[in-house]
């Protein structure tokens, strides 16, 4: 059986997807970009935009009960992997050790223009 999850403290999903779904002691996490979900901007420039995204991680997280520190695998997709040790920086910020096994892609875009998108599983239990 699975739940979907959803939020206002997180950008609503745009299409046919949940901000999340619970499968049992799973939880899986959609991408997250850096979309303010109060002024429905994208944030400005990469450190704005990985806090950002980090912040709507953590409210769907919250909304299914969980934060962030149940994350067991992110993905982080960037349109310049240069900007891969910021995402390290931040992501510190947000994540506690242990941290989740992760990988890392770069990509040709994203929507609504944004420079990283994120993903997580996060386990209950």
Known sequence: M???IQ???APAAIGAYSQAVRAGDSVYLSGQ???DPATLQLAQG???QIHRVFANLAAVAKAAGL???AAVRMTVYLTDLA???KVNEIMAQYVPQPYPARAA???ASLPRGA????DAILHAG
């Open 83 to 85: 900007h891969f040790a």
């Open 2 to 4: 699975k739940t979907a």
């Open 7 to 9: 939020t206002p403290d």
């Open 105 to 107: 892609l770069g990509v």
């Open 33 to 35: 970009i850096g979309f």
């Open 115 to 118: 420079l990283v998108e994120i």
């Open 67 to 69: 934060g962030l520190d």
């Open 46 to 48: 990469i450190d704005a």
